[in-house]
């Protein structure tokens, strides 16, 4: 069953940018959740979340404050409690893209178009984010 078209990036109204049709409700919670548990099953403590805080549009659950209340709750376990560290989360994509230049990230190896194609489609909000990053660091995005 396939899901809403994505929009283009220039489509969102500015309702849409606060809540974007793009967003799955609590994904990045599960997704958290079922790293946490893992992690704590492996006898682990801390799990990396990649957010970072420069959108087009917002997603409540990568903000610092969605972090420091996920840490809140797994804060509570009694024995072995995990911690969600999110070093980007403060950083906007053009700094995220400087870091992983500095540390040798291919970059030809990760995707972020919504609309999984063969190629990015350049339009979608993620695309479109994807490329102003890459402006910003000062270079050419590889897939672009």
């Given at each position: 069953m396939a899901g809403p078209a994505?929009?283009?990036?220039?489509?969102?109204?500015?309702?849409?940018?606060?809540?974007?049709?793009?967003?799955?409700?609590?994904?990045?919670l599960l997704f958290l959740s079922i790293a946490a548990a893992a992690a704590e099953g492996a006898g682990?403590?801390?799990?990396?979340?990649?957010?970072?805080?420069?959108d087009e549009y917002g997603y409540w659950d990568c903000t610092p404050e969605f972090v420091v209340g996920l840490n809140g709750v797994l804060g509570l376990n009694r024995d072995r409690a995990v911690r969600i560290h999110a070093p980007f989360v403060t950083l906007p994509k053009s700094?995220?893209?400087?870091?992983?230049?500095?540390?040798?990230?291919?970059?030809?190896?990760?995707?972020?178009?919504?609309?999984?194609?063969?190629?990015?489609?350049?339009?979608?909000?993620?695309?479109?984010?994807?490329?102003?990053?890459?402006r910003a660091a000062g270079t050419r995005d590889p897939l672009g």
């Open positions: 994505v929009p283009d990036l220039d489509e969102l109204t500015d309702a849409q940018r606060r809540q974007p049709p793009t967003y799955v409700p609590h994904r990045n682990m403590q801390d799990v990396f979340y990649g957010a970072q805080a420069q700094e995220v893209v400087k870091i992983g230049l500095a540390l040798g990230v291919d970059y030809t190896h990760t995707w972020t178009c919504y609309r999984g194609a063969e190629a990015p489609c350049g339009r979608c909000p993620s695309c479109v984010e994807r490329a102003a990053a890459f």
